[in-house]
């Protein structure tokens, strides 16, 4: 039988894969014959185990499963870390029936997805014997030596994302915001300055915001932020905070692209009065925000659109404002395109990636008869698979809308713990 090297429970798990025979097994940390003893009764405890059959001079085991029932390695590592000690080795005998694999890919088989690493293309026929790399199922040693095999971040991150293809466009916009969510049990950190020329006092202002992200699954994520800004002020003051949650509803992927719809929604509060036609939420306004994004990845290059309901609650609402150009309603829309530019080829999660972003962010007032349309050009740059960095200018091409400025300049800076959230 021929030998692979495979990752199982790092994508989807293989829960419902009916053509597993057997599974051999190495523990490590045991002491004693007791020890042995302890994860075997583990192991046949498990509903699906049919036998266990122990090896305790060399810490194995031979695990078949009963008929009609669902193998579950992410159970068979619990019974071991649950019982004191920790997987070594896991090995699966699998009945494959002409399945072509290639190297570095993913692979669905029955409904669910295989990542093979470190084998050369070949069709798959018959009993199979491949070896799980997962974190859970080898050594810490171990799983260094294969992470060196793949480009992929989902050998680290542990879920099948869009960083699952080797050629991928990134979807990180930098004005707006994809369909896809960040990674889940993540947790990110932003910083964001925004800098425009104040056409009415002719001063150049700027707006400092932070904000916290969390990448709650694969569908719910969470951000919180707080501005601070001299837009309205003289002085450089605390001015609002805002929260923002977006739930992806529709995943569509293959190999080299996906498409991804989500539903967000947010409101701001802000101590601010402006009297501008524009509504904005990112410390302008209090109010809220709900809308839909659809995002379609193709290869390196990244198509995303959203469209948006905005309703400002400053005070004054339902009553004649004494300032003509006041809204209270909007519509919100976006089309953004994303590009892989470096690197060519990846080789490690240490390179830096060159990203380049255009994006058009449209506005039409519902009580006013005014709107805007603007095109924001931009660069990212990510830096050892966990830091961004994002820079763009913002300008409109067509409107009447009175607004503080026409153009504006963005710096960002992001940080990303993988894993931050997830239980111990």
């Not at 896809?180 to 925004?194: D, E, F, I, R, Y």
């Not at 400092?208 to 800004?229: P, R, Y």
């Not at 949650?245 to 190999?255: A, E, G, I, V």
């Amino acid at each position: 039988m021929k030998q692979l090297l495979f990752i199982v429970a790092l994508l989807w798990g293989i829960q419902g894969f009916s053509q597993v025979q057997q599974v051999n097994l190495t523990a490590s940390g045991l002491t004693c014959s007791m020890c042995s003893k302890a994860i075997y009764k583990a192991l046949t405890a498990l509903p699906f185990v049919q036998q266990v059959q122990p090896d305790i001079q060399h810490s194995s085991y031979a695990i078949t499963f009963r008929e009609h029932t669902q193998p579950d390695f992410d159970a068979i590592a619990n019974a071991v870390t649950g019982a004191g000690f920790s997987v070594a080795k896991l090995q699966a005998t699998i009945n494959f029936t002409g399945e072509q694999v290639q190297n570095d890919t993913h692979l669905k088989v029955n409904n669910e997805t295989f990542h093979f690493l470190h084998v050369s293309d070949r069709k798959l026929n018959g009993a199979t014997t491949v070896t799980l790399v997962d974190r859970n199922f080898v050594t810490a040693k171990e799983y260094k030596k294969y992470s060196q095999y793949t480009t992929m971040k989902c050998y680290t991150t542990g879920m099948m994302e869009s960083c699952c293809s080797k050629k991928e466009a990134q979807e990180l916009y930098v004005f707006t915001e994809p369909a896809s969510n960040m990674p889940a049990h993540s947790l990110s950190v932003k910083q964001t300055m925004k800098v425009l020329h104040d056409a009415s006092s002719e001063a150049i202002n700027q707006r400092q915001s932070t904000e916290l992200m969390f990448g709650l699954n694969k569908d719910w994520m969470v951000h919180a932020s707080t501005t601070f800004s001299n837009m309205y002020s003289h002085a450089f003051q605390w001015e609002s905070v805002r929260m923002y949650t977006k739930y992806r509803f529709l995943t569509r992927d293959d190999l080299y692209s996906h498409f991804r719809m989500a539903a967000f929604a947010e409101a701001s509060y802000s101590r601010n009065v402006p009297h501008y036609d524009e509504l904005s939420l990112e410390g302008d306004h209090k109010g809220v925000q709900a809308g839909v994004i659809a995002t379609q990845l193709l290869h390196k290059l990244a198509l995303s659109s959203s469209v948006s309901l905005i309703e400002n609650f400053q005070e004054g609402r339902g009553e004649k404002s004494v300032y003509s150009a006041q809204s209270y309603e909007g519509l919100n829309y976006s089309v953004s395109a994303g590009y892989l530019l470096f690197p060519r080829q990846y080789t490690n999660y240490n390179q830096i990636n060159v990203n380049l972003y255009a994006e058009l962010l449209g506005q039409k007032s519902l009580d006013l008869n005014r709107s805007y349309l603007d095109v924001a050009p931009a660069i990212q740059f990510i830096f050892n698979s966990q830091a961004k960095l994002n820079a763009g200018y913002r300008f409109q091409v067509n409107g009447n809308m009175y607004r503080m400025s026409n153009n504006s300049w963005l710096l960002s800076f992001e940080w990303l713990w993988l894993n931050a959230l997830k239980k111990k």
